[in-house]
């Protein structure tokens, strides 16, 4: 698998830094690279939208590009897509114009995205993925959760992908939960923070951390005295949980100990203001 296992980083202890690979389809942005992948390219991104931004190019990706706007705002083709909204657009599906007055998004590439000059979607689109755009704002929580899960969280889904059967979800939880047995997925699951205190067992996550786990990982409990929310999302089919059968006590004071190939870990240590996702 060509992704290291990053649990976790803050995303503030990242550079904004130029891409080449990310320059070529969105000039003029700034990145933070939470995780790509070596072998194809995908990666997961912030992308910083400068105040003013405008980019006309008639066009289709080679790649999938997902996306949730963590703040301000952007307009594709006319559609806006404000705080904690979503899109999926799928390889080959068309876009013509990009504006923002200042944006931070997460985003996701399955490969390493080209552009292709176009004047519509390629006929190769798989129409039935495409998501336009959903306010996560709106619309009711949802559970549906492992009878195991522990109580107190809601789900918004942003996706359940008809031919993939990736998922991408908005999960919130309740101040003052935790969990008492680890777990581990036979999918990868990453998730980026966006507000509240996540404690689990490398560590305390504030608005802004990212992880990305291989498939089979055990991690957890955790918990939370503030409540939370997060983007999470899988690739390689639907989220199953298999929880370890024995319980434990719940650690509030864990040692900070996450697991980072070495040019993250060689970072310095964010302490900074957590009060930004950003």
Same mark, same amino acid.
């Given at each position: 698998?060509?992704?290291?296992?990053?649990?976790?980083?803050?995303?503030?202890?990242?550079?904004?830094?130029?891409?080449?690979?990310?320059?070529?389809?969105?000039?003029?942005?700034?990145?933070?690279?939470?995780?790509?992948?070596?072998?194809?390219?995908?990666?997961?991104?912030?992308?910083?939208?400068?105040?003013?931004?405008?980019?006309?190019?008639?066009?289709?990706?080679?790649?999938?590009?997902?996306?949730?706007?963590?703040?301000?705002?952007?307009?594709?083709?006319?559609?806006?897509?404000?705080?904690?909204?979503?899109?999926?657009? %799928?390889?080959?599906? =068309?876009?013509?114009?990009? #504006?923002?007055? /200042?944006?931070?998004? *997460?985003?996701?590439?399955?490969?390493? &995205?080209?552009?292709?000059?176009?004047?519509?979607?390629?006929?190769?689109?798989?129409?039935?993925?495409?998501?336009?755009?959903?306010?996560?704002?709106?619309?009711?929580?949802?559970?549906?959760?492992?009878?195991?899960?522990?109580?107190?969280?809601?789900?918004?889904?942003?996706?359940?992908?008809?031919?993939?059967?990736?998922?991408?979800?908005?999960?919130?939880?309740?101040?003052?939960?935790?969990?008492?047995?680890?777990?581990?997925?036979?999918?990868?699951?990453?998730?980026?923070?966006?507000?509240?205190?996540?404690?689990?067992?490398?560590?305390?996550?504030?608005?802004?951390?990212?992880?990305?786990?291989? %498939?089979?990982?055990? =991690?957890?409990?955790?918990? #939370?005295?503030? /409540?939370?929310?997060? *983007?999470?999302?899988?690739?390689?089919? &639907?989220?199953?949980?298999?929880?370890?059968?024995?319980?434990?006590?719940?650690?509030?004071?864990?040692?900070?100990?996450?697991?980072?190939?070495?040019?993250?870990?060689?970072?310095?240590?964010?302490?900074?203001?957590?009060?930004?996702?950003?």
């Amino acid at each position: 698998m060509g992704r290291p296992f990053i649990e976790f980083i803050q995303s503030q202890q990242l550079p904004w830094v130029e891409k080449e690979y990310v320059t070529k389809v969105r000039p003029g942005v700034l990145v933070r690279e939470l995780s790509l992948d070596a072998e194809s390219g995908g990666c997961s991104l912030l992308l910083k939208y400068p105040d003013g931004y405008s980019y006309s190019d008639s066009h289709i990706l080679n790649a999938d590009e997902e996306f949730f706007v963590i703040d301000g705002e952007i307009t594709i083709d006319g559609q806006k897509y404000g705080r904690y909204n979503y899109g999926h657009f %799928p390889k080959g599906y =068309h876009t013509a114009e990009i #504006s923002s007055k /200042g944006a931070i998004v *997460l985003t996701f590439f399955n490969v390493a &995205p080209v552009a292709t000059a176009a004047t519509a979607n390629s006929p190769e689109l798989e129409a039935e993925r495409v998501i336009k755009h959903i306010d996560s704002l709106a619309g009711e929580w949802g559970g549906n959760f492992n009878p195991d899960f522990p109580p107190g969280a809601g789900r918004k889904w942003m996706r359940r992908d008809p031919v993939t059967q990736d998922e991408t979800w908005v999960l919130g939880t309740m101040p003052l939960r935790y969990g008492m047995r680890s777990e581990k997925h036979p999918v990868v699951e990453e998730a980026y923070l966006l507000s509240g205190e996540l404690v689990g067992h490398l560590g305390v996550m504030t608005p802004g951390a990212y992880f990305w786990r291989p %498939p089979e990982e055990p =991690h957890g409990p955790f918990g #939370s005295m503030t /409540g939370n929310l997060y *983007l999470f999302r899988t690739v390689g089919g &639907p989220l199953s949980t298999i929880y370890e059968p024995d319980s434990r006590e719940f650690n509030w004071k864990p040692k900070h100990d996450p697991i980072l190939p070495a040019e993250l870990a060689s970072l310095p240590v964010f302490d900074g203001c957590v009060c930004q996702a950003y």
